[in-house]
């Protein structure tokens, strides 16, 4: 017998990562109990695990995955500062060289989080185990779906193994990105310096470069290349890549700063959305979740946000129905619209290199066009630079720039540039 108002007695959620924690956040208020299992062993303290292949890179909470982990588990943004987390003001400390200048610097009223991933992976696992009718069984693999169930949640990541077999549409980007991270302790010039740098230059020059503030007043920078474009995985390779940027803030910044981790590389080969709101034969009452759906090009930072919101949709589904039979078909959709956000987002970028290997939609270099009249407006408007951070970072739907005033200021830089 589950209490009143209880979907069932027991959930069980597979990884226990970001999405798969998110996921026990969503399915805690409805079940008796849930359970969560994972293969590596948890640490207790901030260390990378080797579940997380590219923890020690930086890694970006956007401020709609900050809202949508603060909605599952109130309190997780006050314990995330108390932990460390830097809080970036937008766009105050923020310098971001764009294609061939620099964004402007205005106040849009957000701020956003900013920390290493063991740290902030941490945190929510710990925000998790609050809720007290949720258990973590690590050091446990898991190689099939588990039976006993009421519910089901895979969030093993975008390695899957429980569900491949399935026949599932996939939408798929040959990305072959490749990217290399350090930890810095800054010199003393740079002490207390919580400035977030990103330079991305215009394609189809593939170099990229991020400063991350993190915890303990120390920097995770990474370096980015794609195709034959290889970020070295020395040191002074990597301080060397760094002064090839356009902008010279980044190598400014390594010069003298002090390396606390080696230079570790990941590497990238394809982006993929897996479309399981259109295919069939799932077990029943199992769901994806996170990069078990959707995996994008990682240096856009968008991977812990979409899970974090695949896991509000699954929560809003919970509430409106009793029925587990049902869950999938209802929430599917849902997280697909996530996934499709944050994807349009990053392929539109992706595409633009010419080696990337993918479908580009129809009147893409119209889409081009358009992407790039934002940003132009961007700068001279600040309605429309709050817009665009908001669409960005899955505030707001991304048709949100087809009406309103800020989007008729983009349609006027449009008509600008065509004279």
Sequence with gaps: MTRPGRAG????????????????????????????????????SPRPRKGVPQDLQVHILLKGGERSLESLLPGTRAALLRAGAIEVQQTRDVAIWERDAWQATRDLGYSQLMMSRPALELVVRQQVLKLGNVAIRDRCPVDAVPSGADLTVIASGRGDKLLAGLEVPET???????????????????RGEGRFIA????????RYGLVCPVENDEWLITLCGRFDNRVPDDPEGFRAYAATLPVPDIAERLRDAVPLTPVRRYRLAEARWRHYERAGGLPPRVLP???????????????????????????????????????????????????RQAWSLTAMADLEYPRTVGERPARFDQMVLGSEAMRRAAVLH?????????????????????SGPAARLVVREMARAGR
């Design 9 to 44: 007695a027991r959930a069980v959620v597979v990884g226990a990562g970001i999405g798969g924690l998110a996921a026990a956040a969503a399915l805690a208020p409805v079940f008796d109990a849930v359970k969560i299992f994972d293969k590596d062993e948890l640490p207790d």
């Design 172 to 190: 798929v980007l040959g990305l072959e990105v490749n990217y290399s991270s350090a930890r810095f302790a800054k010199p003393a010039r740079f």
């Design 289 to 339: 979740i996170g990069d078990c759906i959707s995996n994008f090009n990682p240096t856009f930072g968008q991977g812990m946000s979409v899970a974090a919101g695949h896991a509000v949709a699954l929560r809003d589904v919970l509430a409106e129905t009793s029925d587990l039979d049902a869950v999938a078909d209802a929430y599917l959709p849902r997280a697909a619209e996530v996934s």
């Design 199 to 206: 330079c991305i230059p215009k394609p189809p020059d593939d």
């Design 382 to 402: 600040p309605e429309v630079h709050l817009l665009r951070f908001e669409i960005g970072n899955l505030l707001k739907p991304d048709s949100a720039a087809r």
